[in-house]
T-cell receptor
Framework: GAGVSQSPSNKVTEKGKDVELRCDPISGHTALYWYRQSLGQGLEFLIYFQGNSAPDKSGLPSDRFSAERTGGSVSTLTIQRTQQEDSAVYLC????????????FGPGTRLTVL | AQSVTQPDIHITVSEGASLELRCNYSYGATPYLFWYVQSPGQGLQLLLKYFSGDTLVQGIKGFEAEFKRSQSSFNLRKPSVHWSDAAEYFCAVERDYKLSFGAGTTVTVRA
């Protein structure tokens, strides 16, 4: 079956612009996660969605970052007024139900802010 | 708080030789532990996981890992490395659905 897909695979933007990154989780998975992978910080948790519950946004680095999940499926991570330090690979993962469960990762979106 | 330490940033191993990657965690309760592999330009692929039970866990691609509570370790091993095993390996611990990752170990395989 299809795995987690993300688009675009690469995004180059200018400082100050807004960007949207998309994630399509595995069908039937109720939990969805965003992580960021950067040279300086390694792999960091950003946000978690589980079903219809309020998302856990505790990992978002600033209020320029937001995410939504529509219809319990597709998720969009939005970064407003991008900064150079936002350059990273943004990874999306999904799991069947959340806690004590295997997270399956997508290929990531490489964001470069010039 | 919890943390995951991978002491080796980079390991070089000859093809056919054995490989061991170290992982230590700092966590008060029973940890849920994972090893993921990332090939260049790819996402993370799960190699194996430990939730409970047998402390020796078998994974894909011939990898295994052993959970040692007394040493707070979850080391990854492979008896005979193939050139395709060249990649970056991440140990992770889960708590409250969030994964905390180690810094990763890059494995280079020489012919």
């Amino acid at each position: 079956g299809a795995g987690v897909s993300q688009s675009p695979s690469n995004k180059v933007t200018e400082k100050g612009k807004d960007v949207e990154l998309r994630c399509d989780p595995i069908s039937g998975h109720t939990a969805l996660y965003w992580y960021r992978q950067s040279l300086g910080q390694g792999l960091e948790f950003l946000i978690y969605f589980q079903g219809n519950s309020a998302p856990d946004k505790s990992g978002l680095p600033s209020d320029r970052f937001s995410a939504e999940r529509t219809g319990g499926s597709v998720s969009t991570l939005t970064i407003q007024r991008t900064q150079q330090e936002d350059s990273a690979v943004y990874l999306c993962a999904s799991s069947v139900s959340g806690t004590v469960d295997t997270q399956y990762f997508g290929p990531g979106t490489r964001l470069t802010v010039l | 708080a919890q943390s995951v330490t991978q002491p080796d940033i980079h390991i070089t191993v000859s093809e056919g030789a054995s490989l061991e990657l170290r992982c230590n965690y700092s966590y008060g309760a029973t940890p849920y532990l994972f090893w993921y592999v990332q090939s260049p330009g790819q996402g993370l692929q799960l190699l194996l996981k430990y939730f409970s039970g047998d402390t020796l866990v078998q994974g894909i691609k011939g990898f295994e890992a052993e959970f040692k509570r007394s040493q707070s370790s979850f080391n990854l091993r492979k008896p005979s490395v193939h050139w395709s095993d060249a990649a970056e390996y991440f140990c992770a611990v889960e708590r409250d659905y969030k994964l905390s990752f180690g810094a990763g170990t890059t494995v280079t395989v020489r012919a």
